[in-house]
């Protein structure tokens, strides 16, 4: 773990400092800070099993490969069990990808599950190993069901699963959203570089 979470840091220093002008990002900022509070929003689980630690090895809007994303990326090894972050019917599986690399022209192999959730929001989760995915389209899953295994295929440095959640805006286009997490820090909006722990329900 310790060269994974190196080589990140690296990439981090090498790659572009830009970042999103996306309006979220500040509100995002402030609400992982504490500086503002969210007690609207749907509380996701960790999208792992209960009992289990990851790192978050890059947040929302990161400046790598995050910048204009309102994405999470959880260090995995291969094989470990994916599970929902919330309960919803599966409306999409990808899961015949073999390859995966740091050329973006492995992005069309990434393998994935998306999820569709009662209020028409979505949350995806991506670079499933090959035949990773544990559920069919139109399967209904609950919260913390196991769902898939995680990976390395598609546009990535090393096995981890990426996780994204979004929604209609007010114009009719999806975008993006961060989302609280329950964890065993309590409710956060997960910052990177943090371990955190599924403590389940």
């Known amino acids: 773990m310790r060269f994974y979470f190196t080589l990140f840091i690296g990439i981090l220093l090498l790659g572009s400092c830009a970042v999103s002008n996306n309006p979220q990002r500040k509100e995002i900022k402030l609400l992982q800070k504490g500086i503002i509070k969210d007690d609207t929003s749907f509380i996701y689980q960790l ?8 790192l978050l090895v890059q947040g929302y809007f990161s400046r790598y490969t995050h910048k204009n994303r309102a994405a999470l990326d959880f260090k995995m090894k ?3 069990k994916i ?3 919330r309960a919803g019917v599966v409306i999409r599986v990808k899961e015949d990808g073999k390859k995966g690399g740091s050329n973006v022209k492995y992005r069309p192999d990434g393998n994935l599950i998306v999820i569709q959730h009662d209020d028409n929001s979505r949350s ?4 499933l190993r090959y035949n990773g ?3 069919n389209v139109g399967d209904t899953v ?11 295929t598609g546009y990535t440095y090393f096995p981890h ?29 997960l910052r990177p570089f943090r371990f955190y722990r599924n403590n389940g329900q």
């Open 78 to 80: 291969k094989g470990t």
């Open 133 to 135: 995915a544990l559920v």
């Open 161 to 189: 699963l990426h996780f994204i959640v979004w929604k209609f805006d007010k114009k009719g286009q999806w975008t993006q959203i961060g989302t609280r997490f329950q964890t065993n820090k309590g409710i956060r909006y």
């Open 47 to 54: 999208p792992y099993e209960a009992g289990k630690t990851h």
């Open 124 to 127: 995806g989760y991506w670079h």
């Open 83 to 85: 599970c929902a972050a």
């Open 142 to 152: 609950k919260a913390g069901q196991v769902i898939g295994l995680s990976g390395r």
